[in-house]
Structures are given as C-alpha cells and as structure tokens.
C-alpha cells in the first residue's frame, strides 16, 4: 500500500483562486519532502524541497509567493498554488524519505500525484 | 532543472523479449533508483541501489549501479503487456543530495 498520499487526488478551479494538495506520509515521519511538477509526456521536475519546522528551499524559476509550501508537522507538508492560471494546470506531486526505521533511510516514495485543472 | 541523460526515449518491443535501458550522468550520484510510471498516478519504486558497482534483482528487473557512479541500467527480461508504462531513472546527488529524474524510457509490449 502506499506510504505517501496526496490530496486531492483531481482538482478543478477557476483562474485567479488558490488551490491547496496535501502531502502525508503515512507510516514513518519525514523531515524533508519534496514537491515536484509534471507537465504531459515530460519527466518530473523538482519545484522545491520542504523542510519541517523552516521555510521551503525553492528550484531557481520557481515563484515561492506563487507555490507556498508549508511543512507544518513530521508527517504533512502542503503546497498551495495562489491565484492560480490556466498555465499552472499541471500534474504534482509529492515525496518523502523516512529517516530510519523499517521503510529504510535512503528509499524515496511518492504520492499518488494531483491533477490540478485551471479555468 | 538538471536531468539525466536516460536512453532509449522509447520501445516498442514483442512479448517475452528482454528490455534494457540505461542513465549516464556527468556528476556522481550516492543512490540510483528505478521508478515505473502510469498515467495519471505518480511513479512507484521498482529497484533502489545504494552501493557503486551493486546490482539488485526484483523478480524479472535487474539494476546495476555503475562503478564510477555516474550510470545505472535496468534490465526487464520476458516481458509481458502489463509492462507497459514510462520507466524513470532518478540519482540523488551527491553535491546537493536533491533527486534528479531522466526523461523516462516509454516500453510499449505487443502482445
């Protein structure tokens, strides 16, 4: 089963709204997740890393007041796109790394991803 | 961002046939891993390789972590239609420890 879970798993919303993904991890704690972009038929994209408890550690070109990223507790990080446009209609998606324990400390897992459709 | 180079952009191959792809890189990387792709849903680990020169098996996949660190294959062998997805090569770094994709191998199987 998975050990990360995004959600919203779709999400439609109209241009110039906020839109908020969830990112869990569901059976270790991670200090550190990661949020990626992917466009259709491209690879994933690295938009910034998420560090619990300090602010987020942003790619160059990717717009921080645009894609907050908040990593408020061990095992939950968001990433909310503001005043969203049509051009932000992408797939996202979220991974962490448990720190030790049984899942391993150097494995990274994903989330299932978020389709994010703007009108 | 920085991506691997990762070979071959796509397959079209006969079932039961073995399929190889492979990353390079110019810089050293600490981990190798494979991830599987479908549409619509995010990538799911295949194979993790920690160690220069460690070749890993998981059922009909084979990695293998280059010994300069700086390349990784994957072996898939008697493939079979429920292969078909977008393989992703991914290296963390050894300078930044980010995690960095290749462009993904697209493995089509006619049955």
């Known amino acids: 089963g998975a050990v990360v879970s995004q959600h919203p798993s779709r999400v439609i919303c109209k241009s110039g709204t906020s839109v908020k993904i969830e990112c869990r991890s569901l059976?270790?704690?991670?200090?550190?997740m990661f949020w990626y972009r992917q466009f259709p038929k491209q690879s994933l994209m690295l938009m910034a890393t998420s560090n619990e408890g300090s602010k987020a550690t942003y790619e160059q070109g990717v717009e921080k007041d645009k894609f907050l990223i908040n990593h408020a507790s061990l095992t939950l990080s968001t990433l909310t796109v503001t005043s969203a446009h049509p051009e932000d209609s992408s797939f996202y998606i979220c991974?962490?790394?448990?720190?030790?324990?049984?899942?391993?400390?150097?494995?990274?897992?994903f989330g299932e991803g978020s389709w994010l459709t703007v009108v | 961002g920085q991506q691997l180079n990762q070979s071959p952009q796509s397959m079209f191959i006969q079932e039961g046939e073995d399929v190889s792809m492979n990353c390079t890189s110019s810089?050293?990387?600490?981990?190798w891993l494979w991830y599987k792709q479908e549409p619509g849903e995010g990538p799911v680990l295949l194979i993790a390789l920690y160690k220069a020169g460690e070749l890993t098996s998981n059922g009909r996949l084979t990695a293998q972590f280059g010994i300069t660190r700086k390349d990784s294959f994957l072996n898939i062998s008697a493939s079979i239609p429920s292969d078909v997805g977008i393989y992703f090569c991914?290296?963390?770094?050894?300078?930044?420890?980010?995690?960095?994709f290749g462009q993904g191998t697209t493995l089509q199987v006619k049955p």
């Open positions: 991974s962490a790394q448990p720190g030790q324990g049984r899942l391993g400390g150097n494995t990274i897992y």
């Open positions: 059976d270790f704690q991670a200090t550190t």
């Open positions: 991914a290296g963390r770094s050894a300078n930044t420890g980010k995690l960095i």
């Open positions: 810089s050293i990387f600490n981990t």
